[in-house]
């Protein structure tokens, strides 16, 4: 595997593990009271996410990925609903699945414009 490729996934890994941290943790009330930067953080954090997975060319189905991204944004919500300074929001997985959809679609387009680009990341003989 391309050194490239196992940085892509260590950045996705890290990805998962910081986004658990912070969506865990107890945030100030007032901070929490911006919306509409709260939703746009969680669509921000689950293109990122979503892209890198899609990046790290797992060898698994790419319906499985999507479903495996959105089903943890449930998780997080789910588990925050069981804390006490934190709650289950819908908006927030509505905004998680915006996000998931978004970096599919980044990854799409920018995999369909950039196909040399692409290539030289799984391409065996540039061992960055």
Do not use: C
């Not at 920018?110 to 799984?122: A, G």
């Amino acid at each position: 595997m391309p050194k490239i490729i196992s940085f892509i996934r260590l950045t996705f890994f890290l990805s998962i593990v910081l986004t658990s941290v912070f969506s865990f943790i107890s945030i100030d009330q007032d901070l929490a009271k911006f919306l509409l930067q709260d939703k746009l953080l969680h669509m921000a954090t689950f293109s990122f996410i979503t892209f890198f997975a899609y990046a790290s060319k797992f060898d698994v189905n790419r319906f499985v990925i999507l479903l495996g991204l959105i089903f943890y944004g449930l998780l997080i919500e789910i588990i925050q609903n069981y804390l006490s300074y934190r709650n289950f929001e819908l908006l927030d997985l509505l905004f998680d699945i915006f996000g998931v959809l978004l970096g599919y679609l980044s990854w799409k387009y920018l995999k369909k414009i950039y196909p040399s680009y692409w290539f030289i990341w799984i391409s065996p003989q540039l061992n960055f």
